[in-house]
């Protein structure tokens, strides 16, 4: 049965027209012109409203992805599972989606279901029918810039002003349609600082295995949204209390509630990184979950006679293999993880110009801030962590007489003065 949205009005929802991308006001504006039905859309919304800074703005709309084209010539039309138009503005791009359908109809030409799962949905349908085959209602809400006001089918508006996270429609058929939904949860939860609603919270650990069927590679960006947003020790606390932990990442830890102190440090200055506008790279946490399934692997090999760094970059391969097929961890991530690793046995080597070398290498400040975790856990290697917390501050002569005093086996051999061939007559 169709329901009339709710109207909020700007004096209720606080959003300036300032804070909205001028290109997606564009963009509606233009569709609107043409004669189509157009509203920003989604989370940018819902950012807007709980006063957050949106990094993207999208925009759904009554016409078909070939009608936006004929609006913007320039707009690209993008996937198969979804399809969409992306419009272009110098380094903006404005995604516009067509309003999707229940597919109540049965229209099984542009809607494809496997198992529950939905795999395929290109069915059109009205901005209601969009609205409610939303996953949260806080992520349903229209914005309309021509009239500022906020139109909203499912009370998305008021779970927001009480902070409360809902998932539309029945959960249980909402997470076997996406299980991804069961981490977006999570994210949204901990990322907007907001309470679950109980139907919404309770089947979560008890379909988590559901996660199993995902492809390995979408996993992996959902992990990238759910740990590199600031708030990543929380956020793995929330995936163990759910029971989403393991299926993303088996077996690393004895009890995931209680995870090795280098890990935890390594979620936390994950997030004091991100709040100081630092870089932050998801290789460094990757190399922290894997670490000690590394080390010992690594230690069965140097027992069988393979040197430590081989032991290193073998057992290494090995953990990012096995992972891959839970969690797909891109190449470049990976390589940088490995490369962690396999510096670690070279910064007991001090002497001669050994440490300079060391120091030098493109990877050794995150090998460095590696060493600093293991000496939280480990108090044997605090000495070595100091020693090269010092070599970084002092240069010269001082580095000099550093690595000349420095532990070491003995002396670095000299080289032997190649002998001269005796001329032949």
């Not at 959003?15 to 001028?22: H, K, L, N, T």
């Not at 109540?104 to 939905?118: S, T």
Request: proline share 6%; charged share 35%.
């Amino acid at each position: 049965m169709s329901e009339k949205a709710s109207i909020i009005p700007e004096k209720r929802h606080g959003i300036r027209p300032d804070r909205v991308s001028a290109n997606a006001r564009k963009v509606v504006e233009r569709l609107q012109e043409a004669g189509y039905l157009a509203y920003i859309v989604g989370g940018s919304i819902r950012d807007l409203v709980l006063g957050y800074d949106p990094k993207d703005f999208d925009v759904a709309t009554d016409a078909t992805p070939e009608q936006v084209n004929e609006v913007f010539r320039s707009a690209r039309l993008i996937g198969r599972r979804f399809r969409l138009a992306h419009v272009r503005f110098g380094r903006e791009i404005i995604e516009v989606a067509t309003f999707r359908g229940t597919g109540e109809g049965g229209d099984d030409e542009h809607r494809e279901v496997e198992q529950g799962r939905l795999v395929r949905d290109n069915v059109w349908g009205s901005e209601e029918e969009d609205a409610r085959r939303r996953d949260f209602t806080i992520n349903a809400l229209m914005y309309d810039p021509e009239t500022a006001t906020i139109r909203d089918y499912v009370d998305g508006y008021d779970d927001l002003v009480k902070r409360r996270l809902r998932l539309i429609g029945d959960p249980v058929t909402r997470y076997r349609e996406d299980p991804v939904r069961l981490l977006r949860a999570v994210r949204f939860k901990v990322k907007l600082d907001l309470e679950l609603d109980p139907p919404t919270a309770g089947p979560i650990p008890e379909m988590a295995d559901l996660l199993h069927d995902i492809p390995p590679a979408r996993l992996f960006e959902e992990i990238l949204k759910l740990l590199m947003g600031g708030r990543a020790w929380e956020t793995y606390r929330a995936l163990v209390r759910f029971n989403l932990w393991e299926p993303l990442f088996p077996n690393l830890f004895d009890d995931p509630s209680k995870p090795p102190v280098l890990v935890e440090q390594a979620l936390k200055n994950t997030d004091q990184r991100v709040a100081e506008g630092k870089p932050v790279t998801p290789a460094f946490l990757f190399a922290a979950f894997l670490w000690r399934r590394v080390e010992v692997r690594a230690e069965e090999l140097i027992a069988e006679g393979l040197p430590p760094v081989e032991a290193l970059a073998a057992a290494g391969e090995e953990a990012i293999v096995a992972q891959g097929e839970r969690v797909a961890i891109h190449r470049r991530f990976s390589s940088m993880a490995k490369d962690i690793w396999c510096l670690q046995p070279r910064f007991e080597k001090r002497r001669g110009k050994r440490a300079q070398r060391l120091a030098s290498e493109r990877r050794f400040r995150a090998a460095y801030d590696f060493l600093l975790l293991r000496a939280m856990e480990d108090p044997d290697l605090q000495d070595l962590a100091d020693w090269w917390t010092a070599f970084q501050e002092v240069d010269g002569d001082e580095r000099h007489e550093m690595t000349r005093a420095a532990p070491g086996k003995g002396k670095a051999k000299r080289r032997r003065p190649r002998r001269r061939k005796k001329a032949t007559s």
